[in-house]
């Protein structure tokens, strides 16, 4: 079986090309990737090369392919799973497989680690261990995209259950964002804001009752009250407010004023700015936790802390990297219950697209970028669909079934896509 891939070789060196995969073993799966959706994590790989903790020292001759929040079919299923697996499945796939022996160890993933098996790839080979960790996870929903998008979803996800909070005088921790307490998401209109504003607007078990949405970019912020707006919030008795805070003298001043005072039991900063941490901090409550979502690319990243809260308010902080394998399965879940994450895809392009956008991430505007592995495309905004439809009739198509959907990306938009475009 040939495949086509983006391939990892260093620091900066991705290359598209074709090769031979092996056949597969008894113990792994041959599958067909449909689509992979681009995440910032790839961009820091492809610009550290081995210098990231999960891409093995030997790319420079074992290169490995790109790409972790993908889903598509399996084509052909090893002896040892075929109890478990059928061809013809439709699969997402966690890839923080937390497995001892994978080609870096613990820190192996798909996507990062191995020679066969990434999002950006037309066929890969699922090695065993993934599914000896749980980690192929059916796909049972409509479409191919929500499936991409279930791991950046479960990256939100796993933050918010990291969230603890204390009892005074005992030494227990409560896991969990504070239900119906005061939340606050800083630069929080980003792809990764945007997931976590509709999985907190879509929870079945718990919300806050205040939730404070900032950023200093309105035309973002006035996409993300359209996406999610405060009237459903109000609906699923959460008060939601988008705030500009560039527009503030003082802004922790006035955010606390939303509370009384009090301050907010769960802050999440969602850049990895020193003074958004700052700010972050000051506008904890009492036993208030705040989490680090924002990846930091310079391992030097610092942000002043107070050391006085810490130890007088029961200030505390978390961070988290990824979601685990019972989060991707909420994500999947929530999705089969009505939650559409078609709101962070703003591009979509064709796997010869996927080199330029991986090392260019940061550049360009919108939120996620959706790779279609079988076609070849450009990367294109949504919001060009129309002036590209004027010479392009399956771009024509594509706005008018974006236009259907409130200008989204839809089931639809990508059934159209996939039936009409050439694909290889």
């Known amino acids: 079986m040939k495949t086509t891939a983006v391939r990892l070789y260093g620091k900066d060196d991705l290359r598209l090309e074709e090769f031979e995969l092996p056949p ?46 993908f ?33 870096v160890g613990i820190l192996s993933a798909p996507g990062y680690s191995y020679h066969h098996i990434g999002g950006d790839a037309t066929y890969v080979i699922i090695p065993n261990e993934v599914m000896e960790s749980g980690c192929l996870l059916s796909y049972q929903g409509e479409g ?36 119906r307490g005061n939340m606050a998401i800083l630069a929080g209109v980003g792809p990764m804001g945007l997931a976590a504003i509709n999985y907190v607007l879509h929870r079945e078990d718990r919300s806050p009752a205040l939730f404070v949405v ?26 939601l407010r ?9 802004p922790v001043e006035e955010l606390k004023t939303l509370t009384n005072g009090k301050g907010f039991n769960d802050v999440f900063v969602m850049a990895p700015v020193s003074s958004v941490v700052e700010q972050a901090d000051a506008l904890l409550a009492f036993d208030g936790c705040l ?16 050391f006085y809260n810490v130890h007088y308010a029961y200030s505390h902080v978390v961070g988290t990297s990824g979601g685990n394998t019972d989060d991707m399965k909420e994500a999947l879940h929530l999705m089969g219950k009505g939650l559409d994450p078609a709101g962070l895809v703003t591009h979509i392009g064709g796997i010869d697209a996927v080199i330029d956008t991986t090392l260019n991430l940061p550049n360009i505007p919108g939120g996620k970028k959706l790779m279609y592995t ?22 024509k198509q594509l706005d008018v079934i974006c236009k259907k959907h409130d200008g989204l990306w839809s089931v639809e938009a990508e059934k159209y896509l996939l039936s009409h475009y050439i694909q290889n």
């Open 24 to 69: 597969i073993g008894e113990d792994e799966i041959l599958a067909k990737v449909i689509s992979d959706s681009i995440c910032m994590s790839s961009y820091k790989a492809a610009h550290q090369g081995t210098e990231h903790k999960r891409i093995p020292k030997d790319v420079a001759n074992n290169p490995v392919i790109i790409g972790h929040e």
């Open 71 to 103: 889903a598509g079919e399996l084509i052909q299923v090893g002896s040892k799973w075929a109890n478990q697996y059928n061809e013809g499945d439709k699969f997402s796939i966690q890839p923080a497989l937390n497995y001892a022996n994978g080609p």
């Open 144 to 179: 191919f995209y929500p499936a991409s998008l279930a791991e950046p979803l479960s990256c939100v996800i796993g933050a918010m259950h990291a969230n603890y909070h204390t009892t005074p005088g005992s030494y227990i921790h409560h896991m969990e964002i504070v239900d």
């Open 214 to 239: 900032t950023d200093i970019d309105q035309t973002r912020l006035d996409r993300a009250a359209s996406l999610y707006s405060p009237e459903y919030a109000a609906s699923r008795n959460i008060d």
């Open 242 to 250: 988008y705030i500009n805070t560039s527009a503030m003298a003082n």
């Open 291 to 306: 989490n680090f979502f924002a990846g930091p690319s310079k391992n030097d990243f610092k942000a002043n802390l107070n």
């Open 374 to 395: 079988h076609i070849h495309l450009p990367l294109t905004a949504i919001a060009d669909f129309e002036e590209k439809g004027k010479d392009n009739p399956i771009f």
